[in-house]
């Protein structure tokens, strides 16, 4: 596979979702095992799609062990992001560490085996705020109205992973679609991707009403200021729910949002983590 130059020019797009993994590096017990999968490679993949800017997300095999997200983000200073997992401990002098090196934002897990939950989220609260950190939820639609009482509590603003949870057999009238009308309005963002983690399958069209809806609550949510809706996009990449050798095409998961909100939409989304990373 091509390598990325660091001189390189970096394409404008933003892939809002990765991940990357050292084989070396130890895992939680109880999950999977993950293969090797350096900064370098979803670059050079991603660079030749449009895409030259990641947001790096912590994985949750490594829990709050951020060190490979943190040295891959330190290899190409001030070109991606990163959102990770702490608990209440982490020190002052960490979370300014993570801050200068593209840090944005905390994970919390609700879904995956090994996942944090929330319950150090009002003990960090003060200083996630302080930071002008988000909160970015792998969460199920269901878990919808518990996250808005959690950031009506806590005025931090929140990502939602994966359409939110809004899986492909999601009824039209599930109170789950309220939920995300009342985080819209709050300053939510809703991350479009993961679409086999919700029910779908290759081409996904299964969800391609359900990404129109979800566009369309956005746009109202910000209708009175002007404002761009807060969608990005995110590959997914490596794609953990599929065996190494059979990974999708990067431009399979990028096609459903052009298909369901046109082109000239989906640029705006992909270019939406300028906005919500800066």
């Not at 990770?84 to 905390?106: I, P, S």
């Not at 960090?124 to 878990?143: E, F, I, K, M, T």
């Not at 996250?147 to 809004?166: E, F, K, N």
């Not at 991350?191 to 990404?211: D, H, I």
Request: aromatic fraction near 8%; charge should be neutral; charged fraction near 15%.
């Amino acid at each position: 596979m091509a390598q990325v130059l660091v001189n390189e020019t970096p394409a404008a797009g933003w892939d809002s979702h990765v991940h990357v993994f050292d084989a070396e590096r130890p895992v939680a017990p109880g999950h999977y095992q993950p293969v090797h999968r350096p900064l370098e490679a979803i670059e050079a993949l991603a660079q030749a799609h449009g895409v030259g800017h990641l947001v790096l997300v912590q994985p949750s095999v490594y829990a709050c062990d951020n060190e490979v997200l943190l040295q891959a983000l330190a290899r190409r200073p001030g070109r991606h992001r990163g959102v990770v997992v702490v608990d209440a401990r982490v020190g002052d002098d960490e979370l300014a560490r993570m801050q200068a090196l593209g840090v944005r934002g905390v994970r919390f897990n609700l879904v995956s085996p090994v996942g944090n939950g929330a319950a150090d989220l009002l003990a960090l609260a003060p200083r996630l705020r302080a930071l002008g950190w988000h909160v970015q939820w792998y969460a199920r639609a269901s878990d919808l109205p518990a996250i808005l009482a959690w950031h009506q509590r806590t005025g931090l603003p929140c990502v939602l992973d994966h359409l939110a949870g809004l899986h492909a057999e999601l009824a039209a009238d599930d109170p789950a679609w309220a939920g995300l009308r009342d985080l819209l309005a709050l300053g939510a963002w809703v991350k479009l991707s993961g679409w086999y983690r919700l029910g779908a399958q290759a081409p996904y069209a299964a969800l391609t009403s359900s990404v129109q809806r979800v566009a369309t609550l956005a746009t109202q949510a910000v209708a009175a200021a002007g404002e761009a809706p807060r969608l990005v996009w995110g590959s997914d990449w490596p794609h953990t729910s599929f065996a190494p050798d059979a990974l999708p095409a990067y431009e399979s998961v990028w096609q459903p949002v052009q298909q369901a909100l046109g082109p000239q939409a989906a640029q705006a989304v992909r270019a939406g983590g300028a906005r919500l990373y800066a």
